[in-house]
Structure formats: C-alpha cells, structure tokens
C-alpha cells in the first residue's frame, strides 16, 4: 500500500469536534473484559521517544487527520493522499513501548502505587519467569517483594502511560498476564540482557495498551495519532505486527468507477 507523504510543515488539520455518545476521561490500562470500555487515553506526553535499542530509525509517519473509529478496533485517519486505518492497540502499544525505553534511557522508574497490594501465589512456571526476568520487570515499573519461591506482593505497576487508577485485579491479571507471554516465548525470558529487556518491555507495553474493544473519544483518537507520529518506528508493534494499513485516493476513486 502506498505510504503517506509527509505535507509541508505548516499544513495542519483541526481534529473534529468529539462524538456526543462517546465518553470523556484518562486512563490508558486496557479495559477488562467485564469492564466499560468506553475510555480515553493520556494527553501525548512531551516530544519525541528515542529509538528502540538495536533498531534503526524508519521514516516516519506523515500526519493524518482523525476521522471516527471501526468496530472498537481500528481508527479511520485522513492524510493527504489517502485514507489511513490505525490499529488502535497495536499503535497504542508501539507508544508504551518506546515510552518505557526512553525512561530506562535517563534512569527513570515511573510507577503507579497499588491501595491494596496483592499477595500473588505462583505456579511453577510462572515463578520460574519471576527468577530470569524479575530484575527487568522491576526496571519497568513493577515493585515486587518476594515471599519464598514462589509468592509476590505487588506493590505498583508502571506508570509511564499516565493511567490514574488500576483495580487489584487488573493490576494481577497485567502481571500474569505478562509472565504468561514471556513463558510462552520459546525462549523464555533467557537470552542477553538488552535483548532480554526488550522481549519484556514488550509485553508489558501490549499488556497495558488500549484493548480492541475499547470505544476512544474523538480527543483520546487525536492525541494516539499525534504520539504515533512521534515514534521512532511507527508502522509496526515491538511483535511487529503493522499499526496501520494505508490506502491511496487513486485506488478508492478506481474502486467507485473515478479517475
């Protein structure tokens, strides 16, 4: 599909006024499954992020003008050759990403503090994710007080997203969530240690991005976009999964009988 060019500098579109139905608010946890889904994300935070450690910088992403959401899924974009559509989780998950490195790249350690903090009894193999990955997970953002071998409490989980409020348990189903993806890795969580990181800030980014599902209001679709474009590789996820399909103006108008 043919890539968007990047208009010049001064051309800026105004996003469109918010949809009435959809609901205002901050939070970029993913919605859980007996939860609403109707949320917003954070405001985009302040410039660009550095790029992925051991990955080079693609060009990037011309600006693209928010136009409504498909199915609770995708983001319908406008740019100025064509039409765009955003994944809203692999996008949101590229943005966490990349966030979570550039605070390990000036030492930073956001976390959100829990109220009540869990005491998570481990099976055996998440325990045995615990042992090789631990020290990344806590880079991350998590705080975690071992209790023997095989028991957690968790204390707080990353904050570099900007979230508010997480309940207890969403907070324990993100971190299982994740020791469950690292365990499914046929590696593990073994390997070199940058590599080794990145696998996890991996997970823990897809685990603590907006959902498909989730219902996003026209300011919380605006501001992705806008921190989409910032990002150093902005067409694909860290599983490399792509953030956005593009389709040319020239290939609708075909598809309608236009030339």
Not at 70 to 86: D, S, W
Not at 175 to 194: M, P, Q, S, T
């Amino acid at each position: 599909s043919l890539r968007l060019r990047r208009p010049d500098a001064d051309l800026e579109w105004a996003p469109l006024s918010d949809d009435a139905g959809a609901v205002q608010g901050r939070i970029d946890a993913p919605a859980s499954d007996g939860g609403d889904p109707r949320r917003s994300l954070p405001p985009a935070g302040g410039g660009a992020s550095p790029a992925p450690s051991g990955a080079g910088r693609r060009r990037g992403l011309a600006p693209l003008r928010m136009v409504g959401q498909l199915h609770r899924t995708f983001i319908i974009a406008e740019g100025e050759q064509g039409l765009a559509l955003v994944d809203q989780h692999a996008a949101h998950e590229r943005v966490v990403y990349e966030r979570l490195l550039a605070a390990r790249g000036v030492g930073e350690r956001a976390r959100q503090p829990l109220l009540d903090p869990p005491l998570l009894a481990l099976a055996a193999d998440e325990a045995a994710v615990w042992r090789q990955a631990g020290e990344e997970l806590e880079a991350l953002g998590f705080e975690l007080d071992a209790f023997g071998e095989a028991a957690l409490r968790l204390r707080a989980v990353p904050a570099g997203g900007g979230r508010e409020s997480l309940a207890t348990a969403d907070a324990e189903r993100w971190l299982r969530d994740v020791l469950a993806e690292l365990g499914e890795d046929a590696r593990g969580a073994k390997g070199a240690r940058e590599e080794r990181f990145d696998r996890v800030a991996a997970s823990v980014a897809c685990h603590g991005s907006v959902r498909r599902g989730a219902v996003l209001d026209a300011a919380a679709m605006s501001a992705l976009l806008r921190q989409l474009e910032q990002c150093a590789d902005p067409h694909s996820c860290p599983h490399g999964r792509p953030t956005l399909v593009e389709i040319a103006a020239a290939d609708l108008l075909r598809e309608f009988g236009r030339t």
